[in-house]
């Protein structure tokens, strides 16, 4: 056991005695991957298998004037080339309806391979399936491909001027929204001082270590059967659609995921693979070259966020106007949810009861924006926290203070109105993020040091007129033993560990005893995507539903076993005991028959229920809070389930020579409601904090008229193990989230805070700040030389 | 067939104690050699040494086999990180691993592991500083190096208290495998 991470708790709503959760136990992943023997989607092979590429475009817009295969498909050792006239009918589906029956949206479809047109560098044109990687790389040479380039649009607000060229729809507007809440010239009015700012974020990729991969077959019922990495193995309905098969004859069998973050949530290799795997009727496998994984799979969005914020000397913001705009590339994917989120959280956890928003995401020839951790709260949260402490330095203010005067507390309404029900401990994380950062170490000559921090709130579960639902089997064996099934894709973050460990927790049974099985579409039961920090939430509680069902046959059978009321039957450590309800005296039996914990072994039990036609197994379906949608005109209605709130703070040493920045400290407190597992908890934080590092200092997507310029991790820089420290994860539990005893969720919410903690800790060494993402070596020696004759405001740390 | 024009040449690869006597063209990568014969623990991340997934004990020495050539590795002794244990009988940097939470999405880890063996056989108390070094070409996506650090800590510590570590079973093993060469293996000699 690894040293205890204990939890800094403020005093807890409705703690139950827990035996399993809140414990920072050694994860049921950790030792497969630890010894290398967990298998990823590359590492499968099957006997006759042909190997696949793809043809991609290698311009930005272009039209298709000549696509001949006769060639590649005479090379000996292919088996198969097809491209978008071999399937006329073919749609990548690129919404979400999920679970939830509703239709895709208007214009949502791309083509499965480009025909006629293509509209970003890396678009997919052909494939190719050979005996050998190197005779389908062949093939690709062969391909006569003539591409005639056509003018592109390569910003947003390019492409919503008049005349554009035509990218999406007729006037490339992707998706749009306004919130309109109180009445923000009223608010304006109101305020002694307006202040107006305007903030850009890049292109980000996601990076993850494992580049897409996938084997698919056609098994012996006609099946399509796909082995692949994703998020989401419900796309097993993206493919039938785009097949054109019924939905029971696709089936996606997930692997072990390595990293996804929101890369993995569209559809990557699987259509390609059910389309050569049909045609051929031989398994192929694809496997993305790094290149390829970046030039193929979505980005974060890039957005321009202008905020106008009215405030009165005390602090309090009277109004608050916001226009966002972002880029959507090529394809629309799952943008307009992105700009809902980046559009529902524009203002951060702030009460402000006049606002105006409106929002607009646009089609451009660039690469296409999708899911990436935090979903538009990212690019939110960098524009509203640096202008919270361009508000707090136009009013002399500290800025604690001045977001002290604003929180949300439990009670008050987000711009849409919706309530939050949760507690909001805005205030004690950053509190408790700031303190953690210590004594503030000393400028020298050549290194200004600077302290800043952010606060944040972001939701955790899907937008609520999606109608999610997830489903889990939990069963006991006869010797004790416990079986999950939950259609969960485990994306690294723990999700199956967390099951289990709640599976444990009810079934009082140690964490060794629980095993998973996990993430396929036709054998277990569909749990929904690991997106938008939903699995602990929904199939948390399904695996609490169900595990439920199971312990109260046990407790009851116990009962009867060991001549007591169920009440007074507790299940731990394996065994059921007697425990005396309160006010009927002594804690726990002394006098019991065998075993450990002075109790009956769960087996005896166990036995005694599958004899006597007791339940054993249980499959439960647990479904979020349903809504209908926003109002158009107004933006008004709830949209998430609940939040997450939390706050990072920063030091940072700025060499005003050289422009570089070192992060002296780090330190991040999240309410994470409850901490199921404290070890993975905390390394959610430390990842999710070190991306937005990242995203603060050095990731950057770079596009040049459309066309990629950092294919490789050589060029595209993540952070490594020297760039940054350890952040310190202050976990806070106040038990009030709507997930399995009283958890919130930390997947996404981890990264929202660390980059504009940081650039309000460059600006404060400075008194000059950055308005862009990432904060360069070159933005920031601009920024020391114009910050040289600034006096800096006093604070309080 | 593609490669029909290449000529290859008959190598010896020694991996985890298996002995693989293969013929193989002049540009297959030591990365491309291992996973074709089942040594899937290799990772892929990105073919070009940036990103050490691919990362093996080359007599001793870890080093990304995506850039070196099957050709040269011809003869010498490799170990993957699934050499150095299993889930019955792990090595206690892949213990250490598992229970300091350093384990997340698990891609980048059998390169991790190997870097820290790496880096404990030549200096067994390692500093913070020697250990983010150790592993600066090893990326991880997921953790934010934090726990991983505190996995090769915690590796050093109890190896070093050499006690409370009787019930890891690979234990004994381990302490030779903390010799230069690294090549501590398991399974069996073909």
């Known amino acids: 056991m690894t040293d205890p991470v204990t939890p800094k708790t403020l005093p807890p709503h409705h703690l139950p005695p827990l035996k399993q959760i809140g414990k920072p136990l050694r994860r049921v992943d950790a030792l497969g991957k630890a010894v290398g023997a967990t298998q990823y989607a590359a590492d499968f092979t099957m006997p006759g298998m042909l190997h696949a590429k793809v043809l991609r475009s290698p311009i930005a817009s272009g039209k298709i004037v000549r696509l001949d295969v006769a060639r590649a498909r005479a090379l000996s050792g292919v088996a198969c080339v097809l491209t978008g006239a071999d399937l006329p009918d073919a749609k990548l589906g690129t919404d979400m309806p999920g679970q939830s029956g509703r239709a895709a949206r208007t214009g949502s479809d791309a083509p499965v391979l480009a025909t006629d047109v293509v509209r970003f560098h890396g678009e997919p044109i052909a494939l190719v399936a050979a005996e050998t990687l190197e005779i389908a790389e062949a093939a ?105 098969v019924p939905q029971n004859k696709v089936r996606v069998m997930g692997t072990m995921v390595g990293g996804g973050f929101g890369g993995k949530e569209d559809v990557t290799v699987e259509i ?113 926290e640096s202008q919270m402490d361009e508000v707090a330095k136009a009013l002399l203010m500290d800025p604690l203070e001045l977001r002290r005067v604003n929180y949300l507390k439990t009670g008050d309404t987000t711009v849409t109105g919706q309530a939050i029900r949760s507690a909001a401990w805005s205030e004690e994380c950053a509190t408790r993020a ?81 095993s998973i099985y996990s993430t396929d579409s036709a054998l277990t039961p569909l749990a929904g995507t690991s997106t938008a920090t939903r699995q602990l939430y929904m199939s948390g509680n399904a695996v609490l539903q169900a595990a439920g069902v199971v312990r109260a046959s046990l407790v009851k059978k116990a009962a009867e076993m060991l001549g007591v009321s169920p009440e007074d039957v507790d299940l731990a450590d394996g065994e059921a005991s007697v425990v ?218 | 067939m593609g490669g029909a024009d290449v000529s290859e040449r008959k190598i010896t690869l020694r991996v985890n104690g298996r002995t693989h006597e293969v013929s193989l063209p002049g540009h297959r990568t030591l990365l491309e050699a291992l996973r074709d014969l089942g040594h899937t623990d290799v990772k892929n991340g990105c073919e070009k040494g940036d990103c050490g997934a691919c990362t093996v004990l080359l007599n001793g020495r870890a080093v990304n086999s995506c850039l070196v050539l099957a050709w040269q590795a011809d003869g010498a002794t490799i170990v993957t990180n699934s050499g150095l244990g299993t889930a019955d009988d792990p090595h206690p940097i892949q213990t250490a691993f598992a229970d300091a939470g350093a384990v997340q999405c698990g891609f980048c880890t059998p390169g991790l592991v190997l870097s820290a063996k790496a880096l404990l056989d030549a200096n067994p108390n390692p500093t913070e500083a020697e250990i983010r070094e150790a592993i600066s070409g090893n990326l991880c996506r997921c953790t934010g190096y934090s726990q991983i650090v505190e996995a090769v800590r915690l590796a050093a510590v109890r190896s070093l208290k050499g006690s409370g570590e009787a019930s890891h079973r690979g234990q004994s093993a381990t302490d030779g495998s903390h010799s230069p060469s690294g090549s501590r293996v398991t399974g069996e000699v073909q």
């Open chain 1, 434 to 514: 700031l303190a953690a950062l210590g004594e503030k170490t000393p400028d020298t000559p050549d290194r200004k040091v600077g302290r800043g921090f952010a606060s944040y709130f972001q939701s955790y579960g899907r937008i609520m007129w999606f109608h999610d639902t997830s489903r889990a089997w939990v069963g006991m064996e006869l010797d004790g033993t416990v079986i999950v099934r939950c259609g969960v894709p485990d994306i690294g973050a723990g999700q199956s560990n967390s099951l289990c460990q709640i599976a444990a927790e009810v079934l009082g049974v140690p964490l060794e005893r629980v």
């Open chain 1, 140 to 244: 690709l040479q062969l391909i006569d491909l003539q591409l005639e380039p056509t003018p592109g649009v390569f910003c947003p607000e390019q492409g919503l001027m008049p005349g554009a060229p035509n990218v999406f729809g007729t006037d490339n507007a992707v998706a749009s929204y306004k919130i309109r809440k109180g009445d923000v010239e009223k608010g304006m009015a109101q305020a002694d001082l307006v202040i107006e700012n305007t903030f850009f974020v890049p292109f980000v990729e996601h990076a993850y270590l494992e580049p897409e991969a996938g084997v698919a077959w056609v098994d012996e019922q006609g099946t399509i059967t796909i082995r692949v990495c994703t998020q989401v193995i419900e796309h097993f309905r993206t493919v039938a659609k785009a097949l054109g």
């Open chain 1, 580 to 797: 005396r309800s309160p006010g009927s005296g002594a804690a726990r039996a002394s006098s019991s028959p065998s075993g450990l914990g002075g109790g009956m072994p769960l087996a005896d039990v166990a036995a005694r229920c599958a004899s006597s036609g007791l339940p054993l197994a249980h499959l439960a379906q647990f479904n979020a809070p349903f809504t209908e949608g926003l109002d158009p005109e107004t933006g008004r209605g709830d949209i998430w389930p609940d939040f997450t709130f939390g706050a990072q703070a920063v030091e940072v040493a700025v060499d005003t020579e050289t422009g570089e920045v070192e992060i002296l400290k780090s330190a991040a407190c999240h309410d994470v409601g409850r901490a199921i597992n404290p070890a993975a908890a905390r390394g959610q934080i430390a990842g999710g904090s070190h991306q937005g590092l990242g995203y603060a200092l050095m990731e950057e997507y770079v596009v040049k008229d459309g066309m990629t310029q950092t294919p490789s991790l050589s060029e595209y820089l993540i952070p490594t193990a020297v760039d940054f420290p350890s952040t310190e994860a202050i976990l806070l539990e106040s038990g009030t989230g709507v997930g399995p005893f009283g958890a919130k969720g930390i997947g996404e919410p981890s990264l929202t805070p660390a980059a504009p903690a940081v650039a309000n800790a460059i600006a404060d060494a400075l008194g000059v700040r950055i308005f862009s993402l990432p904060l360069t070596r070159e933005k920031v020696l601009a920024a020391a030389d114009a910050g040289k004759n600034v006096v800096k405001p006093d604070r309080h740390w």
């Open chain 1, 272 to 384: 390609f693979l059910a389309l050569l795997a049909r045609a051929t009727r031989r398994p192929v496998k694809l496997v993305y070259t790094r290149e390829e994984s970046f030039l193929a799979t979505s980005k974060r969005h890039p957005f321009k966020i202008t905020h106008k914020t009215g405030v009165k000397r005390t602090g309090r913001i009277t109004a608050a106007e916001i226009t966002m705009l972002a880029d959507s590339g090529a394809y629309p994917y799952l943008t307009p949810y992105v700009l809902l989120y980046a559009t529902g959280m524009a203002a951060g956890p702030y009460k402000i009861d006049n606002v105006k928003i409106d929002s607009v995401a646009a089609a451009t020839n660039q690469p296409f924006t999708s899911a990436f951790r935090g979903f538009g709260g990212p690019q939110a949260a960098f524009a509203y």
